[in-house]
């Protein structure tokens, strides 16, 4: 049986990344924002407590959506505390 999730990582690379599935994306999406979206949903809810859902949400919306590096560095450090 084909592995699924693999083979759509490696259309993901070929479109997105140098052509090569091998070869390591740097500085680009991984994934489709419905996928993110997806999993961001499925973490929220395992490992966050409810009352906090939308302001987790937000964060990591506002840290997905960075532009400079200090912006992002700022994000994740909100996030992880």
């Known amino acids: 049986m084909v592995d699924i999730t693999q083979a759509s990582w ?3 690379k ?3 990344g140098s052509g090569d599935a091998t070869i390591r994306m740097v500085d ?6 419905f996928h993110w979206t997806q999993l961001l ?4 809810k395992q ?3 409810p009352k906090l ?5 937000a ?3 506002d840290y997905k959506n960075s532009k400079f590096l200090e912006e992002a560095d700022t994000q994740y450090a909100t996030i992880y505390c």
């Open 10 to 12: 490696n259309v993901v």
């Open 14 to 16: 070929i479109v997105y």
């Open 28 to 33: 680009k999406e991984r994934t489709c924002l």
């Open 41 to 44: 949903d499925r973490h929220t």
């Open 47 to 49: 490992l966050i407590k």
């Open 53 to 57: 859902w939308d302001q987790y949400k």
């Open 59 to 61: 964060l990591c919306f």
